[in-house]
């Protein structure tokens, strides 16, 4: 009997190897072949890593050289107009990264994590035709090995739900054309094996779904089962409880039904339902988001707890997610605390987790061989010092967090803005940027070895002036009007400030994927947090030295340092934020004192942290608002905070954004043109907005021309006084050849407009 399960596995290589190879290939220096070869061998690392560890069912087909939805566009033939007549990798990336004919397609955040993909963009007169190649190529290739897989696949549902019309019609409008091909594509897997396992990723069902919605499961997968008998269906969700879903799902012929019981406590209201059907439970108890050790004897007796309505011989335990959203092993953490460690557990250790409490659920501790007993005793012992260690508490922290109550700015927005353009005098369309500059391989390295003890502290703060001399000397020959210093001292913008407060802990290699080949090394919040000197103060206002011009202060707001963040599950998230945000809040007035008056607090994540279900949406509003005032509760009328967010649909939080009360909001739009900007045009919105006009995920040059259509369009909808003009994004990611160009045409853009406003 199968006995566990894994809902998907990272990909990017327990040492990026895909980022790495990825990004040879696409500055031309291999071809893609090479890139190939390295996907083949890490798939077959990652598949026998997952059966050494003692896995029944592992997936194939949840590798991706970009992103799942996008696998799944080029599965359905789903292709834009303007890829047309491309092939193979060139498609592919083209539609993932642009290229120099036309934009990429858009990218937004895979549900409330970190993770982007891309969003497919559907038409009623599409013509869709199967393309099963890497499904088949990847089963096989497992086969190959001796190991039978599970195909993972995006479900129908989520995939329309996760898309846009460019038509302006209802994606579910298409259900039908597109199940048609699904139903191909199950023709196609049902000839590779006597007997297949189909994993139907829906994660779409842990949302509010719309009575339109729910009625579509039962057809679609009545339908899909009816395709062949050799395949069984197992429907998975993650990320919040499945109620709704579970109980259309139970009268379909699926095999199984995954639920998330981490993230869905609700999922057990479903388990008299699912009992009383023959279906499978593929239990979602090992944590797929978070980086704390599972206790091994709660785990179990969770699990018994849902035995006690679920037969256990329909038990399959499984993580709660894709362990994608956590970093690959521990193997390579080798300078990490040692007590710290004991209490972690990344990708490969969760595969240790889910065997060996499917284990002991099962077959009982008597079953255990030594080693396995060695293991449970340890598990016992690591969540017990962690429960009482004494480096997680700090009195002082919780004593300010009872006592502090100072949650509003001085003065109504009004009030400050008059204040603020007499002291800045900025034009209307003033150009900046979001804050990062290309981090080159010369900085990277002058940190690693000033990390390394290999650069002393003068050299190295040498060379970090001598890149922000640059970046001034840069923007000020592009003609952009409000500077940053470009961030060269910071790996990245939450672990550069977790690395300077208590509390927090970092990772050698603890990368995770936030889309493509990018990726990104959360910290970890082990205990209470506070700052014990200012982070920024020293090289923002050695940048405002080298510059008449007004140089915004950069810091990450709290909800974004907690978001992006693997957080410390032993107290609620709202208490951990809290204590970033008096961080944040002592920062602000030491570079206020230091004379910065133009502060930018990014909230890119600010989205990402929302609910899944509108039940939950008001509580997390209410902590994550208040978080962001009381950071900037301390800015005085004439001191201007800007705020930024990353890919965001805008409409149901316009009011929450209202409440936050920044001057300065930039956005991100370039890819969905003024569609983003007129929910704050219909709101009445009074703050000053800066939508970006140009992509920096892709490495295309916009010309002057299209920034300036772009700009136009933006001026339809809010008035030129409102109006900043900055890039997407941050510029980190990107070449120096790709962006001075790109600021360039910006800035000029932008005097071609005004002229034409005069």
Request: hydrophobic share 40%; with cysteine.
């Amino acid at each position: 009997m199968s006995k566990n399960f894994v809902v998907g596995f990272p990909r990017i290589g327990e040492q990026r190897e895909l980022k790495k190879v990825l990004e040879e290939y696409w500055a031309k220096k291999i071809p893609f072949a090479q890139v190939e070869e390295v996907a083949h061998d890490l798939k077959k690392k990652h598949w026998n890593y997952q059966k050494d560890a003692g896995i029944d069912f592992i997936s194939s087909n949840d590798f991706s050289f970009y992103d799942g939805m996008l696998d799944t566009s080029i599965m359905l033939g789903a292709i834009p107009k303007r890829f047309q007549g491309l092939e193979g990798e060139e498609l592919y990336f083209a539609m993932a990264r642009g290229n120099d004919k036309a934009t990429a397609m858009e990218m937004t955040k895979w549900f409330n994590t970190n993770y982007h993909y891309i969003v497919p963009e559907l038409c009623l007169e599409d013509n869709y035709k199967l393309n099963a190649s890497k499904i088949v190529q990847e089963y096989k290739e497992a086969k190959a090995l001796g190991i039978k897989t599970k195909i993972n696949i995006v479900g129908p549902l989520t995939y329309l739900g996760l898309s846009k019309r460019v038509d302006g019609g209802d994606c579910f409008a298409l259900h039908t054309k597109v199940l048609e091909i699904y139903k191909e594509l199950f023709e196609e897997i049902a000839k590779l094996d006597d007997e297949m396992f189909v994993q139907m990723d829906e994660p779409l069902f842990v949302k509010d779904l719309s009575q339109e919605v729910l009625s579509l499961i039962k057809p679609t997968y009545d339908q899909l089962a009816a395709v062949s008998s050799n395949i069984k269906i197992a429907v998975v969700t993650y990320f919040e409880h499945a109620i709704e879903a579970t109980k259309i799902l139970v009268n379909t012929p699926i095999w199984g039904i995954g639920l998330d019981f981490v993230y869905g406590e609700k999922n057990f209201d479903s388990l008299e339902i699912v009992a009383k059907s023959d279906k499978k439970l593929i239990a979602g108890v090992i944590d797929g988001r978070n980086i704390w050790r599972a206790n091994y004897e709660k785990k179990v007796e969770l699990l018994e707890k849902i035995a006690k309505v679920v037969a256990k011989e329909n038990i399959i335990v499984s993580s709660s997610c894709s362990l994608l959203h956590i970093p690959f092993t521990l193997a390579y953490e080798t300078k990490m605390d040692g007590e710290l460690k004991s209490w972690l557990s990344y990708g490969c250790e969760k595969l240790e987790e889910i065997a060996l409490t499917s284990r002991v659920f099962f077959d009982g501790l008597e079953s255990l061989d030594t080693k396995q007993k060695e293991a449970f005793e340890a598990n016992r012992v690591a969540n017990l010092a962690r429960q009482n260690s004494k480096r997680i508490h700090d009195n002082a922290v919780q004593e300010r967090l009872k006592t502090f109550t100072k949650y509003e700015r001085e003065g109504h927005f009004s009030e400050r803005i008059k204040l603020q353009r007499e002291l800045f005098g900025y034009e209307d369309l003033a150009t900046t940027t979001i804050g990062s500059f290309p981090q080159t391989p010369q900085i990277r390295q002058a940190r690693k070895e000033f990390k390394n003890g290999t650069l002393s502290q003068t050299e190295y703060e040498k060379e970090m002036k001598n890149y922000i001399d640059y970046c001034v000397e840069m923007q000020e020959e592009c003609g952009l009007e409000v500077l940053v210093h470009g961030e060269p001292e910071r790996n990245d913008m939450v672990e550069y400030f977790g690395e300077q407060l208590q509390g927090y802990a970092f990772s050698q290699n603890g990368w995770v994927q936030s889309y493509g080949s990018r990726c990104v090394k959360p910290p970890l919040i082990y205990g209470d947090i506070s700052r014990p000197k200012p982070m920024t103060v020293e090289w923002i206002t050695y940048a405002q030295s080298k510059t008449q011009k007004v140089m915004k202060g950069m810091l990450t707001g709290p909800v974004t340092i907690l978001n992006w963040s693997l957080v410390r599950d032993d107290i609620p998230r709202d208490e951990v934020s809290k204590q970033i945000a008096l961080a944040i809040h002592d920062e602000i007035n030491d570079l206020q004192e230091a004379g910065i008056k133009m502060i930018q607090v990014d909230e890119a994540a600010f989205k990402e942290g929302y609910p899944l279900r509108t039940e939950n949406i008001k509580e997390y509003e209410d902590w994550a608002v208040r978080d962001f005032k009381i950071a900037v509760s301390g800015a005085k009328k004439d001191t201007q905070i800007h705020t930024h967010m990353c890919y965001s649909e805008f409409n149901d939080i316009i009011k929450t954004i209202e409440a936050m009360d920044a001057d300065v909001i930039s956005i991100e739009t370039a890819r969905s043109g003024n569609e983003l900007l007129k929910i704050f045009k219909e709101v009445g919105y009074k703050q000053e907005v800066g939508p970006g006009v140009y992509d920096i995920h892709s490495p295309r040059i916009p010309s002057v021309e299209e920034m300036v259509e772009q700009i136009e369009l933006l001026l339809e909808v809010l008035p030129k006084e409102q109006l900043w003009i900055n890039p997407d994004c941050g510029l980190k990611t990107r070449k120096w050849e790709e962006v001075i160009p790109s600021l360039k045409n910006m800035v000029e853009a932008v005097k071609i407009v005004r002229e034409k406003l005069q």
